[in-house]
Nanobody, 118 residues
Framework: QVQPVESGGGLVQAGGSLRLSCTASGRTFSTYAMGWFRQAPGKEREFVAAIGRTGGITYYADSVKGRFTISRDSAKNTVYLQMNSLKPEDTAVYSC???????????WGQGTQVTVSS
């Protein structure tokens, strides 16, 4: 397996929560930064959150700050995106990315659909 694989998407009502997972095997997980991006219909892909190789530093888009939390579990080769207080405008395909440093993404997953109903 080369590409990261996302899971956990689905349909949720506004105000609800979802947790996305992204498993990246085939490489030494702890040497890679991980990020989450999303793309809504008719819009460009946008950055959501990122986490450094050790998990000691995180970054968030202003639109999700305080509602989403990114974390990683190196023992499971998995990065998570906990999404709380979801809004209809959070509806998008969420993809994870893997790179040797934050901001330079080398590998991308296929994405998982998140739909938030009003």
């Amino acid at each position: 397996q080369v590409q990261p694989v996302e899971s956990g998407g689905g349909l949720v009502q506004a105000g609800g929560s979802l947790r996305l997972s992204c498993t990246a095997s085939g490489r030494t997980f702890s040497t890679y930064a991980m990020g989450w991006f999303r793309q809504a219909p008719g819009k460009e892909r946008e950055f959501v959150a990122a986490i450094g190789r050790t998990g000691g530093i995180t970054y968030y888009a202003d639109s999700v700050k305080g509602r989403f939390t990114i974390s990683r579990d190196s023992a499971k080769n998995t990065v998570y995106l906990q999404m709380n207080s979801l809004k209809p405008e959070d509806t998008a395909v969420y993809s994870c990315a893997q790179g040797l440093r934050v901001g330079i993404w080398d590998y991308w997953g296929q994405g998982t659909q998140v739909t938030v109903s009003s």
